[in-house]
Structure formats: structure tokens, C-alpha cells
């Protein structure tokens, strides 16, 4: 086996501009295929993240009667926040309409505490001294309702006994955020002016757990855990993937191309190389191992070759991110304007075997036919 | 639309108001009672018309209401076709419809209520207060001020309990015929939220009536509904069953 | 002359066979690699326009200032009238009317009292006509949980979690309570017919589909439609043709007092995707780029090949007394030959393969917990027109300078050395 690898590598070096050429093909296929991956898992980390950061925290206690796909059950989803639990943040969500140029708009208002830590909202621009009634809105409807930081709107809502009340809100800032469902049609604004608005003192509809936090026995509050707040992003990451594994197959497939194209050639030509080791002695598998470690030799070299020009393109592109563009928000899935990918240790290694792994079956494929040679005419360089 | 007979009633059980302003030699207890003996009845039957503005048609809904007390309303629509046929009876907190289309009754509670009726600035919930003005904001007049004409009594009514649809209610009464001419609602912030004006005002059975109701969003666009009362008939019979669940399919 | 190189290639097949064999499957990697990298990244582009763009959407003026809110009362009318003119004008377009309302489905009990309810938000397509092709353009097929897609007025698909909620059966009775365009109450018997699942939590909680013909009975929408989408041929976006299009229709409107005149909006113009159709296309290129490159090398190799195989030949050809020039010459020819006949072979082979693509696609369906209908689970390749040409690049161009790079020897050798090149 020594030999054979000595051998071969020498035979591979010795090709010169062939063997650079196949290596080249086939160093991007690994960087290629691990590029992709690292970016659909920095894909679905970085959308875990944001959710976590912006939404879920670390799994969220929602009113029993809460549900946050039916607008309808918020009327009567809210209970007294929990005694001695400062690790949750309250949110209290009522629902209102705002009266942008006369038109109406339906939106829901959401409450949540100033000083709170466990969300990334910026909700310190709650406490804006100057106004009645700041509140916080995202880039999204921002741009849907047509308002500014700065401007002022009229708010219309009912009280927790159903009587109307109105008064005017200050935008006091639009943040943005990749999680479209703290965002679309929604107000944020301090709790303790919800509470006061709503009479509903020191009521909350959904509590945030944080990194702290230890689930609460409550028949009041139902506990969603963060692992199942985020399996709706791990099916769509996991669409993703497929179709993006579909194209670095194709990848590879031409790299095995090549290097299947040089196997058959070489085999062609070095005929008499042939004749000449079986003649010397060489057993006949032997030969056919020297050929097929010829053909897996070049992934090796590739893998070299890869992680020269790769690591450093790895590196940069994981310091920059990648530009995605504002892909529209369908299906209420988190997508930043840059994707930082992940190139995970079993990615790379996985991608490593699969290389050199599918290298070695296309070496051994054209170079099987060595065996039924006839020592003779491989001498003569008869064979065709 | 049985709106009508609803708004009218808004106005009118105003029995037992407490007096606050003295500003006017009548009680503001007083104007009420004599609003409650101009245009209340123990049953009242109402034809009527709701026009609606669209934003590109208008449309006309008309209809037969039958009442009886505060807490029995049933309402028949007779046209346009589409309408034709449809029922709704409120039994004190409880709203039924029934569409002959459909076969169906179908009832409407929570947050449906808050739903506009029939596309009109108004919502089934406005439909459904059961309490009396009087048993849920205290009036007070505030002054006599000229109004289309008329003499009338600015009156305002503050609420006294917590669970009302608007904080404060401002009336304008005729001095001389005890009509409504017009409400504003208002919310706990003090922002005007809706507008009724009450006009042609004739006399029917030898009450005044305000025949012509425009009812407005005032935060929204648009010219509001109108409602008109084709007929209006107090104290007639009414035969029990129309106030029943059960015939609503007959 | 030509035809003597052919015959040459026919009939010695390791000078022929090998690298037509490798270029046309290189060729064909290339035109399949770029045409399904073509429609694989622009699926999100696509779901869009399948859900709610359409290539082309046509709605009065005050109901594209106010879509958010899905204004029925602001709906397109004349709707009939306003296809007709479309498809005489514009024949190649699809055009499909979608209804977007909401209401209440109500369930009766035995008595027909109501026996559950809930808010629903309602979507009406085109089922019952098969030539719109709206059961497969929203994959409903595939995402249905029972049952089947409507066939009949008066049916509905309801999501199945919806479905479960209200607590009814395949074959029962739902009653729709809602308003009409105008704002009228109106109530409309449905039999639910099956369930869906559509991968939006929101969209899973309370959505059903009718047929639109149903939907403008319900809301009282008389040849009406709040929009009408158009689909280019083949489904296949191409915002040149949607924007001379949507141009053309415009221009006819410009000077309309109609307030409720009918506008155009192309798909670029709609859900912030003209970035995003932007991007992809950078990236689709990029890609292609890779592509086409290592591509070039693997075949350049080829040429490369083909050309060191031969010296032995050239020089008992040299030795003949042909002069150099001549055989380089003849080389080159022989490598076009072999470059188009490859290149045209795998060409029509990655066409052929990409159209199938297109069609059929990949059904990545098993690969999926759950079919929905917001992913795709048929990944569609794309035919677009720089497929034709593409294959040449690494299929002729690459080939053939290789050959190049590889006849050079010809020149720099003498006859002597080349004649013994082989002999070992």
C-alpha cells in the first residue's frame, strides 16, 4: 500500500497541468458544498436567534385562553402577573384601531415594561418623557401604515369594561428587526400606560420567560418551550436544505466527471506502464488499487488545495455575512439582511468523506477494467 | 332596522336622573321624563329605511321592527332581495339571526358584536344596551342653546358605572317638543367619537318624532348612515310569539 | 475537407467516442445545473407569485392603495368583459380572478342551532374550471390532508386544524356568515369536502378555500374579483415581457375619470420583490459562473487530452510531409467538430432534461415531514434562453482551447520526438 501511494502520487505530481485542473474542479466542490451548508445553518441559527431574541426568549407562558393566531380570543386572555417572578416579562395585548388620514386600521397593542432585558425591543423609547403616549412600531408597518418617527396618530380602544377611549400616540421610534411577527400590525408601548388605558393594572396576556427562568405550575398560564416555538423554522430550514443539496450534487458530479475523464485516459495511454507492473510481478488487483488511489489521490490534493484558498473565504465570508435581499416575509419566518454562515465541525468532515469517498468509486470504475488486461498487448500498447 | 327604535331609546329612560346643573328653571330629570312621555311607548312597531354610503354605491335596507319594553326587539327585512326574508331577534343580552337563504338561525355573541351592522357606522353591540341612560350616567344641563332653529337644552351625561360604551354622552333637547336634535358621544379622553343628528321632526299620534337620524363615525371618512322612519306606530298588539327563538324560522 | 474529419472521428472512436461521450455529459451537467439553479433560487419569487402576486395583478386604483386591508367594497366588476380584452390582447397570459374575504363559519348541530364557530379568513381561486390550473399552481393537491379539492359549487376546504377546532366532519354542513362587497349580511351553506395544510401558523388556524364562483355569490360580487392575477407562459416570470405588459394596459387607463379604473402591477412591483428578484438573479449568476468555469476546466482537460493522445500521429504525419500549420489546423477543426457535436448533443439532452424539470420537478415531498402549500415540495427547474447557448461555452470554447494549448507541441517538437512520443 506504501508503494502504491508513493507510486501513485508521483504519477499524479508527474501529470502536472492535468492533475492541477481536476484538483482545481474538485477544491470547489468542497468549498462549494460547505459554503452552502454553513449557509443554510447560519440561516437557521441566526433565524433561531432573532426569534429568540425578539419573540420567544426562553419559552414564553401564554394565558390559557391565549391563542396568537385568533385575534378573537385576546378580549379575554389576560390574568394578574404572577407574584415574585421578576425573571418574566409581562406582555398585555389588547386590541385597538388607529385613524391614519381617516382611514381605519385595525392593529393590536401590545404592553410591555420600559426596563425590560429579555427582549431586544427597544423599549427605553417607551419612557419618552415629553409625550403622553410614546410607542415603538417596526420597519414593516411602519411602511404599511405610512408613519414616521415623530409623527402622531389617533388611537381608538375599549377599556376592559368595553368603554371607548381615544387619544393621540407618538412614534418615538421604528426598530428593526428580522421577525416579522412583532412587527406587522402591532404598537408596542409601556405596560403601566396599557394597564392604566385599559384598567387592566398588573394583567398580562403572555409572560417571557429568560435565560433563568424555571417553568411555572400554573393552570392559569400555559408553558410553550423554546424548542417548540421554533420547529416551525427548523421544517422550513430543512426544505431549504434539500434543494440546495440537489445543486452542489450537480457540482460534484462534474468534478467526478473530470476525474473519471482522466482515468479513462490515463488507463488509455499508460498501457504499457500497465503491462510493464504486471509484467514485474504486480498482481492485477494491486494495479487496479495503484489506479484507483491515483483517482482518490486528487481529492486529497483537492481537500489541500481547498482549505488554502477556502479557509480564508470561509473566514472573510463569515465576518462579512451575506447579502440577502428583503425577501418578502410570507411565511413569517425570520430572514436577516445578512446571513452569517456556520460551517460546523461533522459539515466539514461529513463533506470530506463524501469527496473522497465518491473520488475513490469513480477512480475504481474505469480502473477495474486493468484486470481483465492481457499483460502482452498492454506491453505492445494494443489495446483499445 | 330596529337601529332606530334603539337609538330613540338611547334617549329616552330617563326616569330617575339626578339633577346637577341648576342652570335652567326645568330639572335636567324633568327634560328626560318629558322625552321618555313624547317618545316612549310599551310596544312600538317601526318602518324604516337605513341608507348606507358606500365608498361607491349607497344602498337602502328597509325594514319592520316590533318592540316591546327594552328588552324585545325583532326585526324583519324587507328588502332588497338579498335582505328580503332575514330576521334578527334580541332577547335582552342575546342576538339571533335567521336567513331564510340558509335556513340557518345563527347567534352572535362576544366579539362579534362589535361587528358593524349591515356595513353602517353602527355595531350590534350600539343595538344591544339593555341599561337605562338613567341607571348609567348622571345628567346635567349645561345650558339653552339655539340649534337648527330650535331652542334646546344642552344636557350632559357623565357615566357612573365603569362598564359603558362612552364615557360622556352631550344631548340637545327642543325646549318646546322634548326631541332629541342631536348626541355627541365621547370617549374618557374627551375625543368625539360619534355624532347623531335627529331631524324632521313630526308629529305622529300626537307625539313628536324625529323621522330622519344621520349616525357618523366621527373618526372616519365618509357621510355616516342615515336612517328614516316610514311609520312609526305606538302601543299597538303585539303577538308573543314574535318575540320567540323558536318561530323565527316561520 | 470537413467531411474527410468526420469520417475520420466516425470511424476511429477513441479519437471520437470518449470525448463526444464526455463533453455532451459535461454539456448537459452545465445546462441542467444552470437551469434548475435558474428555478431553484427563485422559489421564494415564485411562491409569491403563485400565493398572492400572480406575473401580472390587475386591481382598481383605491383598491392597490388599500390591499392591506383586502377592500372588497373597491373590487374590480365588469370582470368578464376586462378578461376578454386581456386575452384578446395579450393571448399568452393565463388571467385568474382571486377573492380574499373574511367571515364566520358556523356549525349547526342536528336542530341547526349553532353548534361551534369561528373567524375565518377565506382565499377563492378558480377550482372548478381545471384550465386555470389553480389546484396545482397552489399545490393544494399535495397538501390536502382528506378528501379532495372542490369539483362543485357550494364546496369548501378547510385547514385541517380549523377543521378540527369547529369539530367537523368531510361531507358536513358549515354556514358562512359574513358581509357582502357592499356590506351586506349574507350566509352561505357550504359542504366541507376536505382538509388542507398550508405551512402558515396563521393561514392553519382559520383559512378555507372555495371556488371563486362561490365567493362572488357569497359577497354579492357579480362578475367582480378584488384582483385578478395573470401568469405568463409556462408560469415562468419574465419581467421584461410583464412590464411592457403592465405598460401597454396602463397606458389605456391613464386619461380614465373612472376612479375605479383597473390598474396593473407587475410581480417586481409587489411585496418589496424587485430586490429580491434582483438578488437572486445575481446569484443565480454567480453560480452559473462557478459552474461554467469548473465546467471549462474539466473540458479544456479534454481537448487537452485529446490533443497529447495524438502525437504519435502527428508525427508519422509530419514525417509524411504535412506541414505543421496544416496539421495544427486540421486539430483545431477536428476539436470544433467534436466541441459542437458535443455541445449540441448535451445541449438538446439538458434542455430536454431542464424542460422535464420544469414540469415534473423534483418531488421533494417524501423528503418532508409535511406537504404544505407555502414550501414547495416540487423543486422546478427553469428553461430560460441563455440555456441554448451556455452548453457551448465549456462544451466548444474550453474544448477547443485546450487543443490548443495541447497542439502547441507540434510546433515546439521535432517530427523525430513527436513520431516516438509514445513509444516507450
Redesign the interface.
Same mark, same amino acid.
Given at each position: 500500500m506504501k508503494l502504491a501511494l508513493k507510486l501513485a502520487f508521483k504519477n499524479i505530481y508527474g501529470a502536472g497541468l492535468r492533475t492541477i485542473l481536476n484538483v482545481i474542479v474538485l477544491s470547489f466542490s468542497f468549498v462549494i458544498i460547505i459554503f452552502l451548508n454553513g449557509v443554510m445553518d447560519g440561516w437557521n441559527a441566526q433565524a433561531k436567534k432573532d426569534t429568540i431574541e425578539w419573540e420567544y426568549g426562553y419559552g414564553q407562558l401564554r394565558h390559557k385562553d391565549y391563542d396568537p393566531y385568533d385575534p378573537y380570543t385576546i378580549l379575554d386572555s389576560h390574568a394578574p402577573i404572577p407574584e415574585n417572578r421578576p425573571d418574566l416579562t409581562p406582555i398585555l395585548i389588547h386590541q385597538a384601531s388607529i385613524y391614519p388620514e381617516g382611514r381605519m386600521m385595525n392593529i393590536v397593542l401590545k404592553g410591555i415594561p420600559a426596563d425590560q432585558q429579555t427582549l431586544l425591543l427597544p423599549t427605553s423609547h417607551l419612557n419618552a418623557q415629553e409625550k403622553q403616549y410614546p410607542v415603538i412600531i417596526g420597519k414593516r408597518f411602519a411602511a404599511s401604515s405610512k408613519l414616521n418617527v415623530g409623527d402622531e396618530v389617533l388611537l381608538r380602544w375599549r377599556d376592559v369594561n368595553g368603554t371607548y377611549d381615544a387619544n393621540t400616540i407618538y412614534i418615538s421610534a421604528i426598530f428593526d428587526s428580522n421577525v416579522p411577527t412583532i412587527d406587522d400590525g402591532q404598537i408596542w408601548m409601556n405596560i403601566n400606560n396599557l394597564w392604566q388605558m385599559t384598567d387592566q393594572v398588573n394583567e398580562a396576556t403572555l409572560l417571557v420567560l429568560n435565560e433563568t427562568s424555571t417553568p411555572l405550575e400554573s393552570t392559569l398560564w400555559n408553558f410553550t418551550s423554546q424548542k417548540e416555538l421554533l420547529s416551525t423554522i427548523e421544517e422550513i430550514i430543512a426544505t431549504k436544505k434539500i434543494s440546495s443539496s440537489i445543486m452542489y450534487i450537480l457540482l460534484l458530479a462534474i468534478a467526478l466527471l473530470a476525474i473519471f475523464d482522466t482515468q479513462v485516459l490515463s488507463i488509455f495511454r499508460r498501457q504499457k506502464e500497465i503491462g510493464t507492473y504486471v509484467a514485474l510481478g504486480m498482481t492485477r488487483r494491486k494495479v487496479v488499487g495503484l489506479f484507483t488511489v491515483e483517482g482518490s489521490m486528487y481529492s486529497i490534493l483537492a481537500l489541500f488545495l481547498a482549505s488554502l484558498y477556502g479557509t480564508p473565504f470561509f473566514i472573510f465570508i463569515k465576518k462579512i455575512g451575506i447579502p440577502v435581499a428583503e425577501a418578502d416575509q410570507e411565511v413569517g419566518l425570520a430572514i436577516a439582511e445578512r446571513i452569517f454562515p456556520i460551517y460546523g465541525f461533522s459539515l466539514v468532515i461529513g463533506t470530506v468523506i463524501v469527496v473522497v469517498l465518491a473520488s475513490t468509486i469513480v477512480s475504481f470504475l474505469p480502473a477495474r477494467k486493468i484486470a481483465k488486461i492481457n499483460p502482452v498487448s498492454a506491453l505492445k500498447g494494443k489495446i483499445q | 332596522m330596529n337601529s332606530i327604535s334603539r337609538i330613540v331609546l338611547l334617549f329616552i329612560f330617563g326616569s330617575s336622573l339626578t339633577l346637577q346643573g341648576q342652570s335652567t328653571s326645568i330639572t335636567a330629570d324633568e327634560i328626560l321624563k318629558k322625552v321618555d312621555a313624547n317618545m316612549i311607548a310599551d310596544t312600538q312597531i317601526v318602518s324604516s329605511e337605513m341608507i348606507v354610503y358606500g365608498k361607491r354605491k349607497s344602498r337602502t335596507i328597509k325594514s319592520k321592527g316590533y318592540s316591546r319594553g327594552s328588552d324585545k326587539h325583532f326585526t324583519e327585512y324587507l328588502s332588497p332581495e338579498r335582505e328580503k326574508g332575514t330576521k334578527m331577534l334580541k332577547l335582552e343580552d342575546r342576538l339571533w339571526i335567521y336567513s331564510p337563504a340558509t335556513d340557518r338561525i345563527i347567534q352572535l355573541s362576544g366579539h362579534l358584536l362589535r361587528q358593524s351592522v349591515m356595513g353602517s357606522d353602527l355595531s350590534y353591540e350600539d343595538m344591544m344596551e339593555e341599561r337605562k341612560l338613567t341607571d348609567i350616567y348622571t345628567a346635567s344641563t349645561l345650558s339653552i342653546e339655539e340649534l337648527d332653529n330650535r331652542q334646546t337644552y344642552k344636557m350632559e351625561l357623565l357615566a357612573k358605572v365603569e362598564d359603558v360604551s362612552y364615557y360622556k354622552r352631550i344631548l340637545w333637547i327642543d325646549t318646546a317638543r322634548f326631541v332629541p336634535l342631536k348626541e355627541e358621544l365621547y370617549a374618557k379622553s374627551g375625543k368625539l367619537l360619534k355624532k347623531t343628528s335627529l331631524s324632521e321632526v313630526k308629529q305622529i299620534q300626537g307625539r313628536w318624532y324625529p323621522t330622519k337620524i344621520n349616525y357618523k363615525d366621527m373618526l372616519k371618512d365618509g357621510q355616516g348612515t342615515d336612517f328614516i322612519v316610514n311609520e312609526i306606530i305606538f302601543n299597538p298588539a303585539i303577538a308573543d310569539r314574535l318575540f320567540l327563538k323558536s318561530t323565527l324560522k316561520n | 475537407m470537413i467531411s474527410f474529419l468526420i469520417k475520420g472521428i466516425l470511424r476511429d472512436?477513441?479519437k471520437s467516442l470518449?470525448p463526444i461521450v464526455?463533453i455532451s455529459?459535461?454539456v448537459t451537467?452545465?445546462v441542467?445545473?444552470t437551469g434548475?439553479?435558474t428555478g431553484?433560487l427563485s +422559489?421564494?419569487v415564485d411562491?409569491?407569485a403563485k400565493?398572492?402576486t400572480g406575473h401580472l395583478k390587475v386591481m382598481t386604483k383605491?383598491y392597490a392603495e /388599500?390591499k +392591506?386591508?383586502i377592500p372588497n +367594497?373597491?373590487a374590480l366588476l365588469g370582470l368578464e368583459e376586462l378578461i376578454t380584452s386581456l386575452q384578446t390582447q395579450f393571448p399568452d397570459v393565463l388571467w385568474t380572478p382571486r377573492i380574499r374575504f373574511g367571515g364566520?363559519l358556523?356549525v349547526?348541530d342536528q336542530n341547526?342551532?349553532?353548534k361551534s364557530?369561528?373567524?375565518g379568513m377565506g382565499l377563492a381561486v378558480n377550482l372548478l374550471n381545471p384550465n386555470s390550473g389553480e389546484g396545482t399552481r397552489l399545490n393544494l393537491d399535495k397538501a390536502l390532508v382528506r378528501g379532495r379539492i372542490p369539483q362543485n359549487p357550494g364546496e369548501v376546504v378547510l385547514s385541517e386544524f380549523f377543521a378540527q377546532k369547529l369539530e367537523v366532519d368531510l361531507g358536513k354542513e358549515l354556514?358562512f *356568515?359574513g358581509?357582502?362587497m &357592499?356590506?351586506?349580511?349574507? *350566509?352561505?351553506?357550504f359542504i366541507l369536502i376536505g382538509t388542507v395544510k398550508f405551512? @402558515?401558523?396563521?393561514m392553519?388556524?382559520?383559512a378555507f378555500v372555495i371556488d371563486v364562483t362561490d365567493a362572488q355569490r357569497v359577497l +354579492?360580487m357579480q362578475d367582480g374579483s378584488g384582483e385578478l392575477l395573470g401568469y405568463l407562459p409556462f408560469e415562468i416570470y419574465d419581467d421584461a415581457k410583464a412590464s411592457e405588459i403592465a405598460t401597454t394596459f396602463n397606458a389605456q387607463y391613464d386619461k380614465s375619470d373612472d376612479e375605479?379604473a383597473p390598474v396593473m402591477l407587475t410581480l417586481k412591483q409587489q /411585496? #418589496?420583490?424587485g430586490?429580491?428578484?434582483?438578488?437572486?438573479q445575481t446569484v443565480v449568476s454567480l *453560480?452559473i459562473f462557478? *459552474?461554467v468555469f469548473?465546467?471549462s476546466?474539466?473540458l479544456?482537460?479534454?481537448g487537452?487530452?485529446g490533443g497529447?493522445?495524438r502525437y504519435k500521429e502527428f508525427g508519422i504525419r509530419l514525417a509524411l510531409g504535412e506541414s505543421k500549420r496544416k496539421v495544427y489546423r486540421l486539430l483545431l477543426a477536428e476539436a470544433s467538430i467534436i466541441g459542437i457535436i458535443g455541445s449540441l448533443i448535451g445541449t438538446s439532452i439538458g434542455l430536454a432534461g431542464t424542460y422535464y424539470l420544469q414540469i415534473v420537478g423534483?418531488d @421533494?415531498s417524501k423528503?418532508? &415531514? #409535511?406537504s404544505t402549500i407555502?414550501?414547495?415540495?416540487v423543486?422546478r427547474a427553469r428553461v430560460t434562453s441563455n440555456l441554448f447557448f451556455i452548453g457551448f461555452i465549456p462544451g466548444l470554447l474550453s474544448m477547443l482551447f485546450g487543443t490548443m494549448l495541447s497542439g502547441r507541441g507540434i510546433f515546439k517538437r521535432d517530427t523525430a520526438r513527436l513520431f516516438n512520443e509514445?513509444e516507450?
Open positions: - | - | 472512436r477513441s470518449i464526455i455529459i459535461g451537467l452545465t441542467l445545473t434548475y439553479v431553484a +422559489d421564494i411562491q409569491n400565493l398572492d383605491p /388599500n +392591506d386591508q +367594497d373597491l364566520i358556523d349547526p341547526g342551532n349553532t364557530q369561528g373567524p354556514t *356568515f358581509s357582502s &357592499e356590506g351586506s349580511m349574507v *350566509f352561505y351553506k405551512g @402558515i401558523p396563521a392553519d388556524k382559520s +354579492d375605479y /411585496n #418589496n420583490l430586490s429580491t428578484l434582483d438578488y437572486s *453560480f462557478i *459552474f469548473a465546467m476546466i474539466v479544456w482537460n479534454t487537452l487530452i497529447l493522445r423534483i @421533494i423528503y418532508i &415531514e #409535511n407555502i414550501m414547495p415540495s423543486i509514445l516507450v
